[in-house]
């Protein structure tokens, strides 16, 4: 079985190339907006090119979604990066969680590669497997220093991550930075005791929470930004 060539490999035409990166960017865009159940259709409408011309390059979704991600992978590693560069240890457990559940409210596709979704697997456990030792040290550290409870665990990274996505994809239409308010009461209960609690963002209004619980049952995220 002979190995697909990358379509961003091929040597094309000048028309042609302006015509995959047009759809290059679109695809980001779309999938940054509507997630990876976004259609070729969509990408064609957004790049402004014929749903065959998207068809012909990408006969496969997988295909684009393996190809374009990985710079908004590569994002979330630098967020672990910057986390562990910090003097201040608590920060950077701070950082941790805030900048990339930031980078993931901007950001359905990513969001959802995140979460498990089988599109690009191999890529995002690629990411896991570089991402895990690092978010472990800035765990790790920040326990040795005292900036965090003793019983606090690295396994918690990952769990509190998915918690606020589902919130965060309830709320992207009716309250889009709900997140931040649930964050803030996790990060006071990652504090060892006897720290000062920081102040909670606002709280929404009982019809709004109404309107998040009905958004998580039909699960249809777009990206807030």
Not at 53 to 72: G, K, N, S
Not at 74 to 87: F, G, P, S
Not at 146 to 151: F, K, V, Y
Not at 177 to 193: F, Q, V
């Amino acid at each position: 079985m002979s190995t697909p060539v990358d379509p961003l490999e091929r040597p094309l035409r000048r028309d042609a190339q302006r015509n995959l990166e047009r759809i290059r960017v679109a695809a980001i865009k779309v999938f940054r907006e509507q997630g990876l159940k976004a259609s070729h259709e969509a990408i064609a409408r957004e790049a402004d090119v014929s749903i065959g011309t998207v068809y012909r390059r990408f006969p496969d979704r997988d295909q684009l979604i393996d190809i374009l991600f990985e710079q908004e992978l590569d994002a979330v590693l630098a967020v672990a990066d910057e986390a562990l560069a910090m003097d201040d240890r608590w920060q950077g457990v701070v950082h941790l969680f805030e900048r990339g559940m930031e980078l993931a409210a901007c950001n359905v596709g990513l969001a959802q590669l995140l979460t498990g979704s089988q599109h690009g697997a191999e890529r995002v456990e690629r990411v896991r497997e570089r991402l895990s030792p690092k978010a472990r040290e800035v765990i790790e550290r920040a326990r040795a220093a005292g900036a965090i409870r003793p019983d606090a665990a690295s396994s918690d990274v990952p769990m509190i991550h998915l918690m606020l996505r589902t919130l965060m994809d309830a709320g992207r239409e009716s309250a889009p930075d709900i997140w931040r308010r649930y964050l803030a009461l996790i990060l006071d209960g990652l504090r060892p005791e006897g720290q000062p609690r920081q102040p909670l963002p606002p709280a929404v209004p009982v019809e709004t929470v109404d309107d998040i619980i009905t958004a998580s049952k039909a699960s249809n995220p777009r990206a807030a930004c």
